[in-house]
C-alpha cells in the first residue's frame, strides 16, 4: 500500500513546497514558543504511560490477578491490539473529528481501562482494561506529531519535533523503571494509579498545548 500510494507523497510535496517557511535552527527561541513546556511534558508523560503500560502489564497481570505468567504474557498483548487498532480507526476518524477532539476522547478511553483495571473485578475485566488503554492511545502521537506545525509555525517544526521525541526518549528510559522501584516499595497493585497519574499528564499538558495555537 505504501508503494502504490508513492504518487500522492509526491502531490503533497509539491502542494506545500511553495509554502514552506525557512527553517528555525534556534532551540533557546524553540523553547519560547508559548505552549512548547507543555507540549513536551505532554510526549513525556504520554511515552511513560505507554511504555509503562506495555512493560508492566503482564507482571500486574500474574502477581495481583493470579493469572498464569504464560497466559498473563500473551493477554498483556492486548495493550498493543488496541493500539493498532486505535491508530488505524484514527485515520478515517480524522475526516470526522478535530484533533483536539481525537486527543481528548482517546485520552478519555485509555484512562477509563485504566480505571478498571485498577478496581477489584476478575481478570478478565482488567484485561478489557488493557484493551481499551491501548485502543484509546492510538490516536494521540501521531495527532500530537501532526499538530506540531500548527501549534509552533512551519519554521520551528523541525525543532519542537526534535524536543518532544527527546522528551518522549527520557520518559520511556526512567518512569518504567522508576515504575518497577515503586510497585517494591508499594507493591504492583500500585500499578494502574501510577498509570493514573501519567495518562491525566499526556491530557492535561496536551490540552494546554493546544491553547496557544500559532502563540
Known sequence: VLVLSRGLWKK???????????????ISQ?????????????????????????????????SVKGMSAAGAAG???FIYG????????????????TSRQMILYGCAISLFGVLIMALPLPAGFTVA???LLGF???????TMISETPRRFGKSYSSIMIGLQMGCAYIGSMLI????GWLSAVLTLGAFPWILMVFGAGALIFGEKSGRFVNG
Open 129 to 131: 482494561g488493557l484493551l
Open 12 to 26: 503533497a510535496e509539491t502542494d506545500t513546497g511553495a509554502k514552506e517557511e525557512n527553517p528555525a535552527t534556534n
Open 82 to 97: 488496541g493500539i493498532t487498532i486505535g491508530r488505524f480507526l484514527s485515520g478515517f476518524l480524522t475526516k470526522r473529528l
Open 136 to 142: 484509546g492511545c492510538g490516536p494521540y502521537y501521531p
Open 176 to 179: 518504567p523503571s522508576l515504575t
Open 30 to 62: 524553540a523553547l519560547g514558543r508559548p505552549g512548547a513546556a507543555f507540549s513536551m511534558c505532554a510526549f513525556f508523560c504520554y511515552v511513560s504511560y505507554e511504555m509503562t503500560a506495555g512493560l508492566w502489564a503482564s507482571s500486574y497481570l500474574s
Open 75 to 77: 493477554w498483556a498483548a
